[in-house]
């Protein structure tokens, strides 16, 4: 297995699937992930967690009111190959998510995959 793979799952807050900022469309990533994380645990991948940590006077807490309170580093400026998992991301409207998909394929070069062809990459490649 190439030492510059990891999965790194963003934004997976209590915040997005209970809590102050709820999307009903966060829910359904939850058994992608769960799917996910099982098999990075198998191909021995490193798994980073990583997420919004706002401070009080950040301008997005004036928008979407107080959450994920506590800047990540990204993974493509850190030499990673970016693949998006397109069945484990979601926004609060399909639009946004689409946009969203649309915006990282082209400005970071993404490789847009689902959950299974990425998991049949990581066992193709651990054999």
């Keep these: 297995m190439p030492r510059n793979i990891a999965l ?25 992930l769960q799917s996910l994380l099982a098999g990075a645990r198998r191909a021995e991948i490193p798994i980073i967690y990583s997420n919004d940590a706002h401070l009080p006077v950040d301008v997005e807490i004036g928008v979407w009111g107080e959450h994920a309170m506590a800047g990540t580093a990204d993974a493509f400026f850190r030499g990673f190959k970016v693949a998006m998992v397109t069945d484990a991301t979601n926004a609060f409207t399909a639009e946004d998510r689409a946009h969203g998909l649309d915006y990282i394929e ?22």
């Design 8 to 32: 790194i799952v963003t934004d997976m807050l209590n915040d997005f699937v209970h809590g102050a900022l709820k999307c009903e469309r966060a829910a359904t990533l939850v058994p992608v």
């Design 106 to 127: 082209k400005i970071y070069g993404a490789e847009l995959v689902t959950s299974e062809q990425l998991l049949a990459g990581w066992e193709e490649a651990s054999e």
